[in-house]
């Protein structure tokens, strides 16, 4: 009891004294699964919009597979990724295995799936409520996607926010593309593992702390956009 | 045939030629020939089921005829600006002057000029202390009159309305009836869909009378009310039930 009690007065120590290496740790996770988040929305946003507002062959298809993809196992991702930019894999030659950038590549495979597959969803809604009113405006489809998106703005900030929750939290594909070395591509959750399996549990738990702050941020976020959204537009 | 001006003339502004609409193997309009002349108000009646919401979005181009055609009279046979207001009024999430000045955008007013025509449409409808008010938390009423004031801004030459006062209280459906008379002053062409009788003595200029997906009777209002031509009508301006 002792000793756990001692890790953690010393996390808190860490977290306090904004140790280096923690802070360092922190960044580099803000920093990866921002990016990633950032650039898988402005891929999947409007991705997810157009499916739900064209009709063509395979629609369905794509619609099961954005969904299915939706519970894509981390170190699959990890794997196929791995795989990709390995010395031997077709994009081999970029030489970004085991940097940031593989990281970023990893997470934006996991969360654009999410993203795309909510956004479909509710665009859809959104659409099936005003076809005809911007039908009758004679609105363009390319012209209803931004309308759409800014009309599921509340929905879609929440579907963000999964996407980030998902992305800092994982640990199987910036595992395997990352390598968790020190100072270069050791991020919360792969250093989480290592301390832990080293015994170092005070920067374990340090880490694990602010990670499940992060993580309860995020939902109050989303309670409060949810609930703006239902006060302001009825 | 009872249609008042089956073949079109100089003052037509639009015809319907043996327009038909199946959906689902199930027909739902048969054979309509209807022909609008440039000016006035006419109001579409017919008992439920009849086809009349479907003849309004044939008429403004949110569907396609499976058979027949619509031809536009006049500037070379482009449509002309159209707008149409439903049942229940579609708002977007944003503020009421929002929902105008979008409209206007999209119609391709330039930027600098969409907001004081839309506020210039909100004053008119008496809608501008709810101006930076969220659209969709506006009473029915109020939606109503911010859906006629955004089509207002849109300056139309034609105007659908589909039952737009068939979920409102007596208040709100005086507002929509002096709207529609605005419009008509204003020179733009009414085509108004509606269950209630007197809503259409007070307002049309010429009836066109729908059953089952056919129109029966196209006809000066004055002569509808008092003379209609077709049993059909006869029962339906009596009130009694048709089918």
Redesign the interface.
């Known amino acids: 009891m002792l000793s756990e009690d001692n890790a953690f007065t010393t996390a808190l120590q860490l977290i306090i004294g904004l140790d280096e290496t923690l802070v360092g740790i922190v960044a580099l996770s803000m920093q990866v699964s921002l990016t990633a988040v950032l650039i898988a929305a402005m891929l999947g946003l409007p991705l997810g919009a157009a499916v739900a507002l064209w009709r063509f062959p395979g629609r369905g298809l794509v619609i099961i597979i954005l969904n299915a993809f939706m519970g894509l196992p981390p170190v699959v991702a990890g794997l196929v990724v791995y795989l990709m930019l390995s010395r031997a894999g077709p994009l081999g030659e970029l030489g970004l295995l085991f940097t940031p950038s593989a990281m970023v590549i990893a997470q934006i495979l996991l969360i654009l799936p999410i993203i795309a597959a909510l956004t479909r969803q509710h665009t859809e809604e959104r659409w099936d409520?005003?076809r005809?009113?911007l039908?009758?405006?004679?609105?363009s489809r390319v012209?209803a996607i931004p309308?759409l998106l800014?009309?599921a703005?509340f929905s879609l900030m929440t579907v963000i926010l999964a996407g980030f929750g998902r992305a800092s939290a994982e640990v199987g594909a910036v595992m395997i593309v990352g390598g968790n070395i020190d100072g270069v591509t050791r991020v919360m959750t792969t250093a989480i593992v290592l301390e832990t399996n080293k015994g170092n549990l005070p920067l374990a738990l340090g880490l694990g702390m602010i990670l499940l702050l992060l993580v309860a941020l995020i939902n109050a976020g989303a309670f409060l956009i949810g609930e703006e959204a239902r006060r302001?537009?009825? | 045939m009872n249609d008042m001006n089956t073949a079109p003339t100089s003052a037509t502004m639009l015809a319907m030629e043996g327009v038909a609409f199946t959906h689902r193997g199930h027909a739902l309009l048969k054979d309509v020939s209807l022909s609008l002349s440039r000016h006035g108000n006419t109001i579409v009646m017919g008992p439920n089921g009849a086809g009349k919401s479907l003849l309004m979005?044939l008429l403004?181009g949110?569907l396609s005829p499976t058979h027949g055609r619509l031809r536009w009279h006049g500037q070379s046979g482009r449509p002309p600006r159209q707008?149409?207001v439903?049942q229940r009024p579609?708002m977007?999430?944003?503020s009421a002057i929002a929902n105008v000045t979008?409209?206007l955008a999209?119609?391709g007013t330039r930027w600098r000029d969409r907001r004081p025509q839309a506020w210039d449409a909100l004053e008119r409808f008496g809608l501008t202390e709810i101006a930076h008010r969220?659209a969709?938390?506006l009473s029915g009423g109020e939606q109503q009159r911010l859906a006629l004031a955004r089509a207002w801004a849109l300056r139309p030459e034609i105007l659908f309305l589909d039952e737009p006062t068939s979920a409102l209280d007596p208040a709100a459906i005086k507002a929509v009836e002096d709207a529609v008379i605005d419009f008509h002053h204003q020179g733009t062409r009414i085509v108004m869909n509606t269950h209630d009788l007197h809503q259409a003595r007070r307002l049309a200029d010429d009836i066109v009378f729908l059953c089952q997906g056919r129109v029966i009777e196209h006809n000066q209002a004055d002569s509808f009310f008092t003379t209609p031509r077709t049993r059909e009508a006869a029962a339906f301006v009596r009130g009694e039930l048709v089918w």
């Not at chain 1, 039908?135 to 609105?139: C, D, L, N, Q, Y």
């Open positions: 409520e005003y005809e009113q039908t009758s405006f004679r609105v012209r309308t800014w009309d703005r302001r537009l009825g | 979005r403004h949110l707008a149409m439903f579609v977007l999430r944003r979008y409209a999209v119609q969220p969709r938390v």
